[in-house]
């Protein structure tokens, strides 16, 4: 872990050279691991959709289970998905207009099917603590201290100013090709301007998998 004391206090306008396309969207229920057939399902769609042209993914996250409070963590679960609920892609402005041309689809995930409805521009955040909730890395050794090692590194090369690194515990997405192995990953304390540009770059590969994409941090 690495943990540094400083408040930084820089102020910033959003640029809009990366956003969240947000689509509203109709489907009650997708299992707990839907990141391949989704982005699978997109890419029916949009063939361009690739981590090549910048794209991602922002996997769905329901609102609560039928099994009760607590969102299911085995992969063939139920999540429970509100009418609020949106599907959202990060993608260079560039695309928009052609992702856009989602709506009005039907996306067939499985056996679930989920309907496309009309898309929203939302700018990236002004926020100096992020986290992506799936970060896959390289590297063979799974463990936690090698992959901060490599996070951290990948973050330095990046040229981003921070005080504070924290990753969570290991998560598998099944891919065709087996398990892709991920961890969660904050980061904080970044200047505004940094914290664009992680959001814009992401980090490690399977972005359209859902991979590597910075949210804010919400703590808990």
């Known amino acids: 872990m690495l943990w540094h004391e400083e408040q930084d206090a820089e102020t910033f306008v959003v640029p809009e050279a990366v956003i969240d396309l947000a689509f509203q969207v109709r489907c009650p229920t997708l299992p707990v691991d839907h990141a391949w057939a989704?982005?699978?399902a997109i890419r029916a769609r949009l063939p361009w959709f690739s981590d090549d042209s910048g794209a991602g993914l922002h996997l769905i996250h329901g609102a609560e289970s039928g099994n009760g409070w607590e969102r299911p963590s085995e992969g063939e679960a139920l999540i429970y998905l509100s009418r609020r609920t949106p599907l959202t892609l990060r993608l260079p402005a560039a695309w928009v207009e052609a992702a856009a041309r989602l709506s009005g689809e039907a996306?067939?995930?499985?056996?679930?099917?989920?309907?496309?409805?009309?898309?929203?521009?939302?700018?990236?955040?002004?926020?100096?603590?992020?986290?992506?909730?799936?970060?896959a890395s390289p590297l063979q050794d799974p463990s936690e201290e090698a992959f901060l090692a490599w996070a951290i590194g990948e973050l330095r090369g990046l040229g981003l100013s921070f005080k504070k690194v924290?990753?969570?515990?290991?998560?598998?997405?099944?891919?065709?090709?087996?398990?892709?192995?991920?961890?969660?990953?904050?980061?904080?304390?970044l200047p505004f301007a940094d914290a664009i540009r992680l959001q814009e770059s992401g980090l490690g590969p399977h972005r359209t998998r859902g991979c590597g994409l910075f949210i804010p941090h919400k703590p808990v």
């Open 166 to 189: 924290l990753c969570g515990r290991q998560q598998g997405l099944r891919s065709p090709a087996g398990e892709i192995l991920t961890r969660s990953l904050m980061v904080a304390d």
């Open 38 to 40: 989704l982005s699978e």
């Open 107 to 135: 996306l067939e995930i499985g056996s679930h099917r989920m309907e496309v409805g009309p898309s929203k521009q939302r700018r990236l955040d002004r926020t100096n603590t992020l986290y992506a909730r799936y970060v």
